[in-house]
């Protein structure tokens, strides 16, 4: 498990930057209160980071996880200081970073917990992959930096680490009947999609 969780910190690092699927979301879950700022800068061609309100709006509106939900209101109070306040993407740091991964880390174990039996269960680990990603983001296949994302999510569901070998490190592979290991694969898989730059950048 250790190699996963560096795993999806480096993902979080190194992703691209292409979150198409939040353009389903309202200007006022999307934006927040600096939306005159952050539209001006977007259409201006430049980058942005969400900030603590967009971050966890974007989170609750692909998890289908409420805000309200007593353990992400825990971990939000806890992370939110350490968040970006703006959308300066210059003002970003590594402790944005990890408090992001961290609330995405909480929106996705309620997402696993409610969505495993039904949606992922029966499925192998590539239909799994496929799935987790389709389900927060539009990756196009003939791009090879999406491809290049897409197989680092399948490393982590297939609980690969980060040895020059790429061997398994043992929990789960294929469809096996470990519940609890599966799904703890499945969380990282997720965290590791939502605390990317395709879904914490704009």
Not at 59 to 71: C, H, N
Not at 85 to 96: L, R, V
Not at 144 to 157: G, R, T
């Amino acid at each position: 498990m250790k190699y996963s969780i560096s795993l999806i910190l480096l993902l979080s690092i190194v992703s691209c930057v292409e979150p198409e699927k939040l353009e389903e979301l309202s200007d006022g879950e999307l934006h927040g209160s600096g939306k005159d700022n952050l539209v001006s800068e977007v259409s201006n061609g430049g980058i942005g980071i969400k900030n603590f309100t967009q971050l966890n709006m974007t989170y609750s509106k692909l998890t289908d996880v409420p805000t309200y939900d007593a353990d992400v209101v825990s971990t939000f109070n806890a992370v939110r200081s350490q968040l970006p306040t703006s959308n300066d993407a210059s003002s970003a740091s590594g402790f944005h970073q990890l408090s992001a991964t961290r609330l995405a880390f909480t929106y996705c174990e309620k997402y696993i917990d409610k969505n495993y039996t039904k949606e992922y269960a029966s499925l192998n680990s590539s239909q799994r992959v496929q799935k987790l990603v389709d389900s927060f983001l539009d990756l196009n296949n003939e791009n090879q930096d999406h491809n290049s994302f897409k197989a680092e999510v399948e490393k982590i569901l297939m609980n690969k680490g980060l040895k020059d070998d790429d061997s398994e490190v043992g929990l789960v592979s294929g469809t096996t009947t470990d519940t609890a290991g599966n799904k703890k694969l499945l969380n990282l898989g997720c965290t590791a999609i939502l605390s990317s730059s395709y879904v914490t950048l704009i």
